[in-house]
């Protein structure tokens, strides 16, 4: 059974910075391109961040100089650091593990920027 859970969410004044965790079990952890992805109320889903198995690592345009995704393959977890937070980053993040056919998705956690 596939599980991904997100931890680390929470209220943070903007300015803040928090750090996001998501600990994957039931999969080849290393094989698999990790992503995080967001969404706030009444808005689509966005993508965040994506590392692939290679660590080869993508950000999406508001996180870009702000945000930082990593992975550690010895616990199975990848990370996204998030400095600088803005009232726009407001929104529930989930984390991903894709590799071709497959794509697992977290719970999400919450993020709560006040301003």
């Known amino acids: 059974q596939v599980q991904l859970v997100e931890s680390g969410g929470g209220l943070v004044q903007a300015g803040g910075s928090l750090r996001l965790s998501c600990a994957a079990s039931g999969i080849i952890f290393s094989i698999f391109g990790m992503g995080w992805y967001r969404q706030a109320p009444g808005k689509q889903r966005e993508l965040v961040a994506h590392?692939?198995?290679?660590?080869?690592?993508t950000y999406a345009e508001p996180g870009k100089g702000r945000f930082t995704i990593s992975r550690d393959n010895a616990k199975n977890t990848v990370y996204l650091q998030m400095n600088s937070l803005k009232p726009e980053d407001t929104a529930v993040y989930y984390c991903?593990?894709?590799?071709?056919?497959?794509?697992?998705w977290g719970q999400g956690t919450q993020v709560t920027v006040s301003s």
């Open positions: 991903t593990a894709q590799r071709r056919n497959y794509d697992y």
């Open positions: 590392i692939t198995s290679g660590a080869t690592t």
